[in-house]
């Protein structure tokens, strides 16, 4: 038996709580890990409080990140006492996941721990710090350099917006952060934004065209958040899609690519490969300032998570939050 969060419907309505699970009920997998730590993300505060539509599966073990040791392995490529850790591909969502002290998984789907990080640093840095650096390579792939002017990171002091403010800055970029949360204001410029901008500003029905300003965007946002970040970007900027805490509806017009050619390059960390997950973990190792994670990131316990997670939903929680599982 483990200790885990498990996520049922009884009699209709949801339930989640601190379960004793039998180590037989695991789903199949060629790796068994005993997880060390894991997180919570947006994504994970969803699935324990409402369910649907993040949980595709009853009962579910929620958590879209764990790091931790092997215990069992039939894989070639993972052997026991491999230290391991696991972003997305829908553990969580319809294959149990990190929040529990045991988790069974495809080989295929893990990364072995960079050298850099132990387990608990690797998921303070977790899927946010993950996506955050896949949105930073993908303004480096359309050639955003820091003298092309300005980055706005939009949803700046949640995860993705808080590792993606700084590693532009190390990397040299001038960032500028949008956030609803002004209070956060010194947090912001502590990881390296130069300006905070309210969030008041861009989240109104917007021009098609705006006064052009950013040279690439990080958006975690979407909605009306994206479309006037599309239109007040440079000519040939780039603008990085990766979220929809605001919305999944996108309220713009062609006007910014066909007249100014803006790229809109989509972000997605869940189904990722291979090779872009170890690419962007190493940068994480050489970009990312670990003396930076301790403001960054909040430990809690396994028991603390259901109520943690509210407060994620609720916008009370900045930055990383780390699950320390076993």
Known sequence: MFKGILIDKIDGA??????????????????????EYSTLNYKDALAINRGAPVVRSFPMVPGIDLAGTVTESSNPDYAVGDKVLLNGWGVGEGHWGGLAEKARLKGEWLVPLPESFDSKTAMAIGTAGYTAMLCVMALERQGVKP?????????????????????????????????GRPE????????????????????????????????????????HVLANACASTKYGGTVTACGLAGGMDLPSTVAPFILRGVTLAGVDSVMAPRALRLEAWRRLGEDLDPALLGSIAEEISLSQAIEASARILDGKLRGRVVVKVS
């Open 14 to 35: 949801l339930n989640a709580q601190i379960s004793d699970i039998d180590e037989a009920a695991l789903p199949e997998g060629d790796v068994t890990v005993a997880v």
């Open 184 to 223: 956060e204001k010194e947090y912001l410029q502590s990881l390296g934004a130069k300006d905070i901008l309210p969030r008041e500003e861009m989240s109104e029905p917007g021009r098609p065209l705006a006064r052009e300003r950013w040279a690439g965007v990080v958006d975690v946002v979407g909605s």
């Open 147 to 179: 003298e092309d002017g300005e980055i706005l990171v939009t949803g700046a002091a949640g995860g993705v917006g808080s590792v993606a403010i700084a590693v532009l800055a190390k990397l040299g970029y001038t960032v500028i952060a949008l956030t």
